[in-house]
């Protein structure tokens, strides 16, 4: 049985606009030691669909249908102290401001024992060891003088380690990162996901990685969910997504990334158009307003996601026939 499970799960928000459908019915899982990449651009429904796993939608007045088990645990029927003991505890999150994660009047090591102490019953001092190792484990130099420093006197670097040493200080089952990377520079966020990549080979915890980059996920995904309009239009292994992708959406992110071969000046390419209104959706294919392939058929209904034939595993939700999109994913690759 999967660690996590989320199937058919939608999130609805309540404005003076209109009713925010978003998150529209997606599905996954996760296994325990695997990884999984929900990527997608600004208002795609990934951070929202984590925040609900996670039980932080609840106070939102936001309504919630669908499932999601953790660890054989209904989530969605836990009471809200039931989700205070499992949140911190066998899941847990960075986010990705560490500043405004990190209390600024408090000292980074009484920010770490608090969360060692609300979830484990250890004495000050042995919290405080804790702290201390997960300091040093994260890569934080000379852990037994820094952590008495305040989160200000931190690299920005250097405080997202702390959150990684926080959300992994009481050995989760399942770790969410939502745009860990996000602020920091190129260096650094290397570092920061070699971190993470480390401590799930070491710990043999669950990630669920979100971001808009597809070149993250590549470092750390075992498998891709293409997130579009609040719903999961492609999902597949990281190898299938990067070698044979079947979405109009997922060839728009990989041509935006920009090559190494090619020259200085050459301008990048954008996908066009941007992301329709979560409150008033166009009609049939949320993406058929951008799609360069639109054609009459994307617009009685949303597609299903549905199973790519001959390739287990991995599901597209595209009107456009099999044949065809591996003819189009050939051209744009040869004119790559």
């Known amino acids: 049985m999967a660690l996590l499970e989320?199937?058919?799960l939608s999130v609805q928000f309540e404005t003076d606009d209109g009713v925010v459908q978003a998150v529209d019915g997606i599905s996954y899982s996760v296994d325990q030691g695997q990884a999984l990449g929900i990527v997608g651009e600004s208002g795609s429904g990934k951070s929202v669909s984590s925040l609900t796993v996670m039980g932080l939608t609840r106070a939102r007045n936001a309504r919630?249908?669908?499932e999601i088990h953790f660890d054989g645990k209904d989530l969605l029927a836990a009471s809200a102290e039931d989700l205070r003991q499992i949140r911190g505890n066998e899941i847990a999150m960075i986010f990705q401001d560490p500043l405004s994660s990190l209390h600024p009047f408090y000292k980074i090591g009484k920010q770490l024992v608090e969360a060692v102490q609300v979830h484990q019953d250890m004495t000050k001092a042995q919290a405080?060891?804790?702290?201390?190792e997960m300091l040093g484990l994260v890569g934080i130099p000379d852990?037994?003088?820094r952590i008495d420093s305040y989160p200000h006197e931190?690299?920005?670097?250097?405080?997202?380690?702390?959150m990684i040493a926080m959300a992994l200080i009481n050995d989760p089952k399942l770790l969410i990162a939502d745009e860990p990377t996000t602020a920091l520079d190129v260096t650094v966020q290397a570092q920061i996901l070699d971190l993470i990549q480390r401590l799930q080979s070491e710990l043999g915890t669950a990630v669920v990685m979100i971001t808009h980059d597809l070149g993250v996920v590549a470092e750390v995904a075992d498998d891709i969910a293409v997130m579009y309009a609040g719903r999961i239009i492609e999902k597949a292994t990281k190898e299938t997504i990067f070698a044979k992708p079947q979405h109009p959406y997922t060839w728009g992110l990989l041509k935006s990334i920009p090559r190494l071969d090619t020259p200085r000046d050459q301008e990048l390419v954008p996908i066009a158009g941007r992301p329709p209104s979560l409150i008033v959706k166009p009609q049939g294919c949320s993406f058929h307003?951008?799609?360069?392939?639109r054609h009459d058929a994307c617009l009685p209904q949303d597609p299903p996601l549905e199973p790519v034939p001959q390739d287990p595993g991995h599901g597209v939700a595209c009107v456009l026939a099999h044949d065809r999109r591996e003819q189009i994913w050939a051209e744009l690759r040869s004119h790559a």
């Open 64 to 66: 919630i249908s669908g």
């Open 289 to 293: 307003p951008r799609c360069p392939y």
């Open 6 to 8: 989320v199937r058919n």
């Open 128 to 132: 405080r060891d804790r702290a201390i």
């Open 143 to 145: 852990p037994r003088k």
């Open 154 to 162: 931190f690299s920005g670097g250097m405080r997202q380690r702390v």
